[in-house]
Nanobody
Framework: QLQLVESGGGSVQPGGSLRLSCEVSGATLEHSAIGWFRQAPGKEREGISC????????FYADSVKGRFTVSRDNAKNTVYLQMNNLKPEDTAVYYCAAKTPGFLWRLCIPNPRDYWGQGTQVTVSS
C-alpha cells in the first residue's frame, strides 16, 4: 500500500521560506509521479506542482512559479517542496499526492483515486 507523509509546515513571516517533505513508502519513488496541492480555508484544493516520472516537465502553477521548487531524493524516497518568498496568500494545508505507479499526471488536478498524505499546515503572517 502506497503511503505518503508530509512534514515541514509551520508559521513564517511574509518573505520567508519553508521546505516541505513528502516521504513515500510502499513504492519506489523514481517510478512514481508526485504532485503537491494546497487547500486554503473556504477554497478548493488546487494543484501547485506536479512531477512525472523522469522529471522531464515539471508543472508549476502560475501562483507559485519562480518561488517554489520541487525536487526528489530517490535514495530517501522523499520529495521536497522548497517555498521561497512566501506570501500570506500561500497560507493553506499542503498535501502531496502520488499516482498509482505507472500512471502519470496529465493535468495537475486533485483526484480522490490518487494516494494522499495527511497534509501539513503552512501559515504566512506578520
Amino acid at each position: 500500500q502506497l503511503q505518503l507523509v508530509e512534514s515541514g509546515g509551520g508559521s513564517v513571516q511574509p518573505g520567508g521560506s519553508l521546505r516541505l517533505s513528502c516521504e513515500v513508502s510502499g513504492a519506489t519513488l523514481e517510478h512514481s509521479a508526485i504532485g503537491w496541492f494546497r487547500q486554503a480555508p473556504g477554497k478548493e484544493r488546487e494543484g501547485i506542482s506536479c512531477m512525472n516520472i523522469g522529471d522531464l516537465n515539471i508543472f508549476y502553477a502560475d501562483s507559485v512559479k519562480g518561488r517554489f521548487t520541487v525536487s526528489r531524493d530517490n535514495a530517501k524516497n522523499t520529495v521536497y517542496l522548497q517555498m521561497n518568498n512566501l506570501k500570506p496568500e500561500d497560507t493553506a494545508v499542503y498535501y502531496c499526492a502520488a499516482k498509482t505507479p505507472g500512471f502519470l499526471w496529465r493535468l495537475c488536478i486533485p483526484n480522490p483515486r490518487d494516494y494522499w498524505g495527511q497534509g501539513t499546515q503552512v501559515t504566512v503572517s506578520s
